[in-house]
């Protein structure tokens, strides 16, 4: 961990969440609990349907739970409305997906750009934060290309570039290797890792490989629609 005295960064409380299936409700969260560290990369393992892409969707505010409380250092995501949680997800979270989720019709540097424009940020320093970005990410020169002339290691670059371009506290990944090979995969976890630990961010990482689960700080499991620390089971 980056800090002597971290901070919490991710407060989760009696977090519980269901969904209609088959007529009736199909609960995957259950009074969950956990604290995530500022600084603190945690990996978030469970079997496919376990509620992983739920729980980053709570946490980002793009859902809301049934019951329970998620606090984003100091701020309660769960109270706030609609505007509110896209604003502050716009603002403090970069998420990265398994299929990269790019707009097809921008290209590179328009996929970027449009998270720092949606942020309000000027013209001059987006530019530069672009270029500087896409070289981070091993990207220098392709700001002009599509996403459909990358190979899909590329194409995870950029959406890891985007999650990153407006400097996020907290960063969510939902499998963001799963759709790659292992070589790819192991140069994409070690991208997102060298990028976002040493500003202090905080990484939340769902996926079902025990060799990236490892990677990290701590492991939280999904069993029975709760969240257990497994760090040292899988060590």
Same mark, same amino acid.
């Given at each position: 961990?980056?800090?002597?005295?971290?901070?919490?960064?991710?407060?989760?409380?009696?977090?519980?969440?269901?969904?209609?299936?088959?007529?009736?409700?199909?609960?995957?969260?259950?009074?969950?609990?956990?604290?995530?560290?500022?600084?603190?990369?945690?990996?978030?393992?469970?079997r496919?349907?376990?509620?992983?892409?739920?729980?980053?969707?709570?946490?980002?505010?793009?859902?809301?739970?049934?019951?329970?409380?998620?606090?984003?250092?100091?701020?309660?995501?769960?109270?706030?409305?609609?505007?509110?949680?896209?604003?502050?997800?716009?603002r403090?979270?970069?998420?990265?997906?398994?299929?990269?989720?790019?707009?097809?019709?921008?290209?590179?540097?328009?996929?970027?750009?449009?998270?720092?424009?949606?942020?309000?940020?000027?013209?001059?320093?987006?530019?530069?934060?672009?270029?500087?970005?896409?070289?981070?990410?091993?990207?220098?020169?392709?700001?002009?290309?599509?996403?459909?002339?990358l190979?899909?290691?590329?194409?995870q670059?950029?959406?890891?570039? @985007?999650?990153?371009?407006?400097?996020?506290?907290?960063?969510?990944?939902?499998?963001?290797?799963?759709?790659?090979?292992?070589?790819?995969?192991?140069?994409?976890?070690?991208?997102?890792?060298?990028?976002?630990?040493?500003?202090?961010?905080?990484?939340?990482?769902?996926t079902?490989?025990?060799?990236?689960? @490892?990677?990290?700080? @701590?492991?939280?499991?999904?069993?029975?629609?709760?969240?257990?620390?497994?760090?040292?089971?899988? @060590?």
């Open positions: 961990m980056n800090s002597i005295n971290p901070s919490v960064s991710i407060r989760i409380k009696n977090l519980s969440k269901s969904y209609p299936e088959g007529g009736k409700l199909h609960s995957v969260l259950r009074k969950a609990n956990a604290e995530i560290l500022s600084g603190e990369t945690v990996a978030l393992l469970g496919s349907g376990s509620g992983k892409s739920t729980l980053l969707n709570l946490i980002s505010g793009i859902d809301k739970p049934d019951e329970g409380e998620i606090t984003i250092d100091d701020h309660q995501v769960t109270s706030m409305s609609d505007r509110e949680r896209t604003i502050f997800r716009r403090d979270i970069g998420f990265v997906y398994q299929f990269f989720n790019l707009i097809p019709t921008l290209n590179v540097g328009e996929n970027l750009r449009l998270v720092l424009e949606l942020n309000k940020h000027g013209a001059d320093s987006t530019a530069k934060q672009c270029k500087a970005l896409l070289d981070a990410v091993g990207l220098k020169g392709r700001e002009d290309s599509y996403p459909d002339t190979s899909g290691g590329e194409q670059r950029v959406a890891i570039a @985007r999650a990153l371009i407006h400097k996020p506290a907290i960063v969510l990944a939902d499998e963001p290797t799963g759709n790659l090979d292992e070589t790819t995969a192991d140069e994409i976890w070690k991208l997102l890792d060298t990028l976002v630990r040493p500003s202090g961010g905080t990484i939340l990482l769902a079902h490989s025990i060799a990236a689960a @490892r990677r990290c700080d @701590r492991i939280l499991e999904i069993v029975d629609g709760n969240l257990a620390d497994r760090s040292e089971s899988y @060590r």
